[in-house]
């Protein structure tokens, strides 16, 4: 079992930043392949960004340059930096666990690959 919790999300402005956390246990966070994903009001889930166990990172075109992940071995834990926050980055924002190993190189970009997901954290960028 492995058990994720994000942090970090609120209420931010237009052009403002926040880091969300996601602080996993359970399991050697070393060993875990690791996603960020997020459901807008009405949408689906959708996937934001991935990082593999090397640290090889990978995010969506619309957010490349202003979403970045990270992950930090020592402290369990990963990281979404997001800047220039746009009204339609309002979401819940979920990080997910992928547990198979298959290689230190990939990430995974769909929802059936994660076998654990933490509860989100809503972010909501105002006008």
């Known amino acids: 079992q492995v058990q994720l919790v994000e942090s970090g999300g609120g209420l931010v402005q237009v052009g403002g930043s926040l880091r969300l956390s996601c602080a996993a246990s359970g399991r050697t966070f070393s060993s875990l392949s690791m996603g960020w994903f997020r459901r807008a009001p009405g949408k689906e889930r959708e996937f934001v960004a991935a990082i593999s166990l090397s640290g090889n990172t990978y995010s969506t075109d619309s957010m490349k340059g202003r979403f970045t992940t990270s992950r930090d071995n020592a402290k369990n834990t990963l990281y979404l930096q997001m800047n220039t926050l746009k009204p339609e980055n309002t979401a819940v924002y979920y990080c997910?666990?992928?547990?198979?190993?298959?290689?230190?190189?990939?990430?995974?970009?769909?929802?059936?690959?994660?076998?654990?997901w933490g509860q989100g954290t809503r972010v909501t960028v105002s006008s």
């Open positions: 997910a666990a992928h547990t198979e190993y298959d290689s230190d190189l990939l990430y995974y970009t769909e929802t059936y690959e994660y076998d654990y």
